[in-house]
């Protein structure tokens, strides 16, 4: 049975329109592929009474990691990693993806004097977990120890997601995934019977569903 809390996140997603579903128009991706389903996880920063729940549940899921620090990655995980430091009354810190190019060449952002300390990297959003590490080598090369990484959305369909945590030897934690958002929204009927069965069919495969919808890219331009 799913978490009772994650499906709880899952609808406040919903609600907000910070994931979003579309069996007829999909959404043409920076990738230039095409998906009956987006994210917009940046969204949530102008929800506050919304946000306030779901970064109580984040800073719940943290608070028994010995986390010292939290650090978030250039620029969608900067707010998450505030709101979380402030719950969790730790040093919160930010990562570039690049070092800053006058005054000190800084990548990390914030004071950590320290090797040796337990850093959290907070991101908003993971699909297949590529971008995480640049950031949690800019840490490690800093002397952070980073065993935990944060997103308040995983996607939860790409395998290897999974495996680029298991190499970088890191815990993955996340409010909610797609298989959460897809069974509120069949409880809830937040969306019409096509639309939810296009969405599972691409979280079953995405690569097929593509494949099978190529005409759908063309239509798109």
Not at 132 to 139: A, N, Q, W
Request: aromatic residues 8%; glycine residues 6%.
């Amino acid at each position: 049975m799913t978490d009772p809390q994650r499906l709880k996140a899952a609808k406040i997603l919903l609600d907000t329109k910070s994931v979003l579903c579309n069996a007829t128009d999909p959404f043409v991706l920076t990738s230039g592929q095409i998906s009956p389903v987006y994210v917009d996880i940046r969204r949530l920063i102008s929800f506050p009474a919304e946000r306030s729940i779901l970064m109580d549940m984040g800073a719940d899921l943290l608070k028994e990691k010995n986390i010292e620090y939290v650090a978030g990655g250039e620029t969608a995980g900067i707010p998450y990693s505030a709101f979380l430091a402030e719950r969790l009354n730790i040093p919160m810190l930010y990562v570039r993806k690049k070092p800053k190019g006058f005054g000190r060449m800084s990548q990390i952002e914030g004071c950590m004097d320290e090797s040796g300390k337990n850093v959290a990297l907070i991101e908003d959003l993971q699909t297949d977990g590529g971008s995480k590490k640049l950031f949690i080598d800019v840490l490690r090369d800093a002397g952070a120890v980073v065993k935990h990484t944060f997103v308040v959305f995983h996607y939860g369909i790409f395998p290897q997601s999974i495996q680029n945590m298991k190499a970088l030897d890191v815990d993955l934690h996340s409010l909610a995934d797609w298989w959460d958002v897809l069974e509120v929204a069949k409880q809830e009927s937040y969306f019409d019977t096509q639309t939810l069965e296009t969405v599972e069919s691409f979280l079953n495969d995405p690569q097929a569903w593509r494949d099978d919808n190529a005409h759908l890219a063309k239509d798109t331009g």
